[in-house]
Nanobody, 115 residues
Framework: QVQLVESGGGLVQPGGSLRLSCAASGSIRSIYAMGWYRQAPGKQRDLVAT???????NYADSVKGRFTISRDNVKNTVDLQMNTLKPVDTAVYYC?????????WGQGTQVTVSE
């Protein structure tokens, strides 16, 4: 199994930046892709960005040009740099890992963009 722990959420003003980090432990050699998803109150959980072991990235249209996903295969972490944040980015952000045994999720970290 794979365990994921997120950090880095918080409150930020519109136009500001935050960096989320997710640390993986357990059967990390079985991971072939990691990513970030978010869920706003009353809405479904949506993809934000993903990155494969080879570094191929994919972003939701709403965050392209503002968010950057990166991965450190030595430290077993995946980060999400979020710039030019908007109130609509407010959500609980979840780290995700796809591995040979299925999919694992972190506990989530709250990001609030507000004056």
């Amino acid at each position: 199994q794979v365990q994921l722990v997120e950090s880095g959420g918080g409150l930020v003003q519109p136009g500001g930046s935050l960096r989320l980090s997710c640390a993986a432990s357990g059967s990390i050699r079985s991971i072939y892709a990691m990513g970030w998803y978010r869920q706003a109150p009353g809405k479904q959980r949506d993809l934000v960005a993903t990155i494969t072991n080879s570094g191929t990235t994919n972003y939701a249209d709403s965050v392209k040009g503002r968010f950057t996903i990166s991965r450190d295969n030595v430290k077993n972490t995946v980060d999400l740099q979020m710039n030019t944040l908007k109130p609509v980015d407010t959500a609980v952000y979840y780290c995700n890992a796809h591995h040979v045994d299925g999919t694992s999720w972190g506990q989530g970290t709250q990001v609030t963009v507000s004056e």
